[in-house]
């Protein structure tokens, strides 16, 4: 990426930042992986997820704070990068509250979580999960291919939870566990999306960052 958009590498600054986004992405996917155990495999929650969303937050504060110190001196160095960090920072951040989102729906739940649409929702978070990994390594290591991976996934995520949603409307379903379900079906597909997001700053040029698919 960098070498294409600057003919050089980017500043320690720049790298630095990078870097925080990813330890955001870890400690969401840390957050995925709590809320799905507690909402898909019914399993009590242990660890406080709002205290690992404030560090999300947090990091979220302190790369845009470097973004701006840093084109403050230097804003004609790395401004396109500066920019990309600020779009994926944004979407790394979504990831965190949709998580602690998906644990905030147990409350709702009249029954443990069973059946076909548990099983359904479960399959579709362990497509997901790969996708946190994959999509640190395609902006790490600017990977135009692991990007594609991720995009690709997210495509395949959309349809199946389009089915599934479907399906839960046409089903007898308790209310309050079609609520569950739709929800959860909801939030997955937004995280995907913001898997999305962050690697096609890696596939697609700025200007197409988020929208569409690349040409």
Known sequence: MFDDLLGQKPSPLVTAAYDDVAQMLRRSAKMFDLACRTLLENEPLEVDLNTLDDQVDAGERMVRRAILEHLAFNPKVDLVPSLILASMVQDAERIGDFARALAELVPLAG???SGQFAERLRAVAEEIRPLFDLCMEAFLDDDEEKGRQVMDGHRRNRVTLGDLTEDLAA???ETDMAVVYALSSRIL??????LYNIASSVVQPYDKIRHGDEE
């Open 111 to 113: 029954r443990p979580r």
């Open 171 to 173: 089903s007898d379903e």
């Open 189 to 194: 597909l937004r995280i995907s999306a913001h």
